[in-house]
């Protein structure tokens, strides 16, 4: 059974509520994307007064640094199973013959 938010500590309720209310971030050329625009985090943190600002911070950018690893796998088996896709139907199989003289 997946877990619910509700089944974390309060200080990583808070951090997954401030990492949704940030902007992301997208790369232009390759439509990669980068991550989360931590600039207004400040700014969330006085107006919804958030009062252990370090822990949270430090929540929301471990969970950051899960996402973007979680991501970075899924695209790297799309490559690989794209990369398959495209290679010529014999051309993964190899033959040796042993040869004694």
Do not use: C
Request: glycine share 6%; aromatic share 14%.
């Amino acid at each position: 059974m997946p877990l619910d938010t509700s089944d974390f500590p309060e200080d990583v309720q808070v951090a997954f509520f401030v990492f949704n209310m940030l902007s992301d971030v997208w790369d232009g050329m390759s439509g990669s994307y980068m991550g989360k625009n931590w600039a207004d985090t400040d700014f969330i943190f006085k107006i919804y007064e958030i009062e252990n600002q370090k822990l949270v911070f430090y929540f929301a950018k471990m969970y950051e640094r899960i996402l973007m690893n979680h991501r970075a796998e899924e695209a790297d088996k799309k490559r690989k199973a794209s990369e398959r896709k495209s290679k010529p139907s014999g051309s993964g199989k190899s033959y040796t013959h042993n040869v004694r003289g």
